[in-house]
DNA sequence: CCCCTTATAGTCAACTAGATTATAAGAGGG
DNA sequence: CCCTCTTATAATCTAGTTGACTATAAGGGG
C-alpha cells in the first residue's frame, strides 16, 4: 500500500485545506403499479443522502446505512452515478468543500417502509415532459415547446438563436427528430439553462416568464434524479436490470409495461415478446395469472443464471428507434 | 441554494469526523505509432495525481491542474470513471479517509512534453493479456490460463472450483466462449484474486508462486488504468471518441489500426470502411497519402458537426462479435 | 352462445453486419 | 517498360436482426 502524501510525491507543497466533506446521495427506484417512481424524504423534495463517514466500512454501505436510516428501506441492487463537487459553502465561517457522490439503487416498493417520513413518487411528476407513454405529453406541447422556441429566438447573435433551436429539438425531438428517451439528463439541464425550471431561480438565473415546469427539488436533487433516470434508461437496453424492479413471479405484459414506465415509451408486444424469449432471460414457473382480464397469461420468474452469462453477451430491449 | 448540514437534516446528529482527504486521478491515454499509450509519472508506476483543494474551481479544473504540472501535458476530452474510498491511511496519528475521484482523458502525443519526468507507456505492458491483435498472447497460454486454472482447481470445495472455472472462461474466453475485449477490468481483478497480480501481495495475500503477468504500479493505480482502457473499449462502440485521439487528417487505415489498438483486436478491414462511411463521421480533405506503401490513400477529416448529431443517434464500431 | 378482453404464435419485408472477392493505383526491381 | 509487390477502394453475398403486422387461442361476462 503506497502511503506517501500525494502532494509531496512530486516535490510540490501540499495545498493548505485539502479536506473536504463528502456526501452520499441515492436515487431509490422502484415500479408501483406501472408507475416508476423514487424514493424521497422531507416534503417529497429530497433524495436520501447522508455524510460519509468513519465509521462507514466503504461509500456503498455508507449510502445503505443512510437509505436504510432515512427511509427504513433495504437496498439490493447499487451502482455509482456520478461525482459533484459543484457547491461550496459557508461553514462556520471558513470556506469549506462538498462533494457529493451520487447512487443508483434498485428495489421493490413492497420492503415493508418503517415509520420514516419517506415517500414513492413518481418520476414523472418531478419530469412531466419524459412521459411520451401516452404520446407527446400536454406540458410539452403547451408550454416547454413554445417556452424553449421562444428562449431560442430570445438570443442576441443569430448563430446562438439557430444553436439553441437545434440543441432544443435534438433534445426533444422537434422537427421531425425522434424522441430518445436516453436524453432525459440533457433534456432538465437545456430547460434549466432556459430557465424553465424553477431550480434556476435560486441560483440567480433570471427567469423570461413565471411559468415553470415539474415539481422542484431542493438543491440538485432533481439534477442527480435525471442522472439516475438517464442512466438507467440506458442500461436496461444491454443489461438485464429490469428484473431487479421486478416482484419474483410476473407475466410478460408486467414485464413490458414496467420496461415502457421506465423507457417512458411504448414498446411493440410481440417483438418485446421474443427478444426476452429468445434471450432466455426469463423461464415459465407452470403457474399462471388470471388476473388478465382476457386469456390467462403464463407466469415467468427470471433465469438468475444469466446474471453469471451476460457478463459477456449483454441483452437487449427492442427500444432501438423512433 | 441548499446549505442545510446534511447530517442534520434529519434531526440525528452529525457523526464526528466527517473530512475526508479527496484526491484527483487521471488515466491519459494517446495512440502513438498504433500503439495504445498510458501518460506516467514516477519510474512509470504511477498515474497522474494530486489532491483536490480550495483553490480549483471544479474537480476537472483541478484533475487540468494536476495533470499539467506533472506532465506538462494539456488535457482535452475528460470524462469521469469512478469514484474510490477503499484506501484507508493512517497520518500523524488518526485515521484518515482518502476518496480517489478518476477521469479518463484523451489527448495526443504531439502536444510538447515538458521537462517533466513523464513518460508514455503501452497498455500492453501493464496488460499483456489484453493485446489480441496478432492472437492470443503468449503470457496467456503460458502463465494466465494455467495459472488461473490451477487456482480453480486448488479451490476447497467443489461449487468453489466450477465457479472458478467458469469465471475465468466467461472473462478470457476459455472453452470456445467469445474473448470480450470490454472486460478489461474483471480480467484484472480475477488475476488479483488469483495472486497473479503482484499487487496482490502487497495487500497481504498469499501468492501460490512467484511468477506474475504484467508490469505493476503503485497502489490501485493499475486497476484504475484497467478501469480506464474497459470504459473507452466500450465507449468507441457507441460514441465518436476516436477523433479525440487521432490527427487532424488521417487515412482509414490509420483510424481503423487506431481502433483495433485500442480493442486489443482486429476489425475486417471492408467493413469499417463501410461503417464509418456511412455514419458520415468523416469527410475527404481532397489531398492523399503517399506514405502508405501501396496505393496512395485518400486523407479524411473528422466533421465536427456529427458531435452535435450524435447526441441522439450514437455511432457504432464494427466490434460486436468474436 | 356471442363478444369482449388479453395471450400467444407466426409471417414478411427492410435493414444490418460479417465474410469474401474483385478491381484500382501507387512504388520498386529487373 | 513491365512485372510484382503493396495497399486502397468497390462490390457482392448471405445470415441474422428488427420492426410492423396478422392470425389464432383461451379466459370472463352478458
Chains 1, 2 share one sequence.
Not at 430570445?154 to 425522434?178: L, Y
Not at 430547460?191 to 424553465?196: N, S, T
Request: with cysteine.
Amino acid at each position: 500500500m503506497d502511503d506517501r502524501a500525494k502532494g509531496t510525491r512530486n516535490g510540490k507543497a501540499a495545498p493548505k485545506a485539502k479536506e473536504v466533506e463528502a456526501e452520499l446521495i441515492a436515487v431509490v427506484v422502484a415500479v408501483n403499479d406501472g408507475e416508476p417512481a423514487a424514493l424521497t424524504i422531507g416534503q417529497a423534495d429530497s433524495l436520501p443522502s447522508g455524510p460519509f463517514a468513519l465509521e462507514h466500512r466503504s461509500l456503498q454501505s455508507g449510502l445503505r446505512t443512510w437509505v436504510e436510516q432515512q427511509t427504513g428501506h433495504p437496498l439490493g441492487y447499487i451502482e455509482q452515478l456520478y461525482t459533484f463537487a459543484d457547491r461550496d459553502r459557508i461553514d462556520d465561517g471558513r470556506q469549506q468543500r462538498v462533494i457529493s457522490i451520487s447512487y443508483l439503487a434498485l428495489t421493490r416498493k413492497e420492503h415493508a417502509t418503517g415509520a420514516s417520513t419517506c415517500a414513492w413518487r413518481s418520476w414523472y411528476e418531478y419530469f412531466p415532459w419524459e412521459d411520451h407513454r401516452l404520446g407527446i405529453p400536454k406540458v410539452e406541447a403547451d408550454v416547454v415547446k413554445p417556452r424553449l422556441l421562444a428562449w431560442a429566438a430570445d438570443a442576441e447573435e443569430t448563430a446562438t438563436r439557430s444553436e439553441r433551436r437545434r440543441r432544443a429539438a435534438i433534445a426533444f425531438g422537434f422537427e421531425d427528430r425522434p424522441w430518445n428517451e436516453e436524453l432525459a439528463l440533457q433534456r432538465y439541464e437545456l430547460l434549466y439553462e432556459a430557465g424553465l425550471v424553477s431550480e434556476a431561480t435560486r441560483d440567480g438565473r433570471s427567469i423570461a416568464s413565471a411559468s415553470t415546469a415539474g415539481t422542484p427539488m431542493i438543491a440538485d436533487h432533481r439534477r442527480i434524479l435525471a442522472t439516475g433516470i438517464a442512466r438507467l434508461r440506458s442500461k436496461i437496453k444491454y443489461r438485464p436490470v429490469v428484473f431487479e424492479l421486478m416482484p419474483p413471479v410476473f407475466t410478460l405484459l408486467q414485464l413490458q409495461r414496467a420496461v415502457e414506465a421506465l423507457a417512458g415509451r411504448l414498446i411493440n408486444k410481440p417483438n418485446f415478446r421474443r427478444l426476452i424469449e429468445q434471450q432466455e432471460l426469463v423461464e415459465e414457473t407452470g403457474e399462471t395469472s388470471l388476473d388478465t382480464g382476457g386469456r390467462p397469461a403464463k407466469l415467468y420468474q427470471f433465469r438468475h443464471a444469466v446474471l453469471d452469462e451476460t457478463a459477456v453477451a449483454g441483452t437487449k430491449l427492442p427500444l432501438a428507434r423512433g
